[in-house]
Nanobody, 126 residues
Framework: QVQLVESGGASVQAGGSTRLSCVAL????????MGWFRQAPGTERQGVAG????????VYADSAKGRFSISADNAKNAVTLQMNSLKPEDAGIYYC???????????????????WGQGTQVTVTS
């Protein structure tokens, strides 16, 4: 059974940086694409960044462009999200997601993913 394991959640001051990591366990097949989503209290889960594992093509939410960077480790079936210049509105639970098989059109939509991690908390203090 595939399991996505996230790590790296932290409490960070505004303007600071942190890195989130996610690894897919329980499968020897490489994911087609993986992504990160953020969910703040009382809001829907929103796409932050996505990446195709083969080729490395990426997509970012407008709020993440220029500050966040997603990268993939093909050999480990893992992704990281480097987050810089953090703002209070970046806070929330960050979820890793992955998809095997069918390729979707929009990597920032939750419906494009079949597998999800448990989430890791990012707090940004001003």
């Amino acid at each position: 059974q595939v399991q996505l394991v996230e790590s790296g959640g932290a409490s960070v001051q505004a303007g600071g940086s942190t890195r989130l990591s996610c690894v897919a366990l329980g499968t020897r097949y490489r994911a087609i694409y993986m992504g990160w989503f953020r969910q703040a209290p009382g809001t829907e889960r929103q796409g932050v960044a996505g990446i195709y594992i083969d080729g490395g093509s990426t997509v970012y939410a407008d709020s993440a462009k220029g500050r966040f960077s997603i990268s993939a480790d093909n050999a480990k079936n893992a992704v990281t999200l480097q987050m810089n210049s953090l703002k209070p509105e970046d806070a929330g639970i960050y979820y890793c997601a992955a998809q095997w098989g069918v390729v979707a059109g929009d990597l920032l939509l939750p419906a494009s993913y079949s597998h999800w991690g448990q989430g890791t908390q990012v707090t940004v203090t001003s």
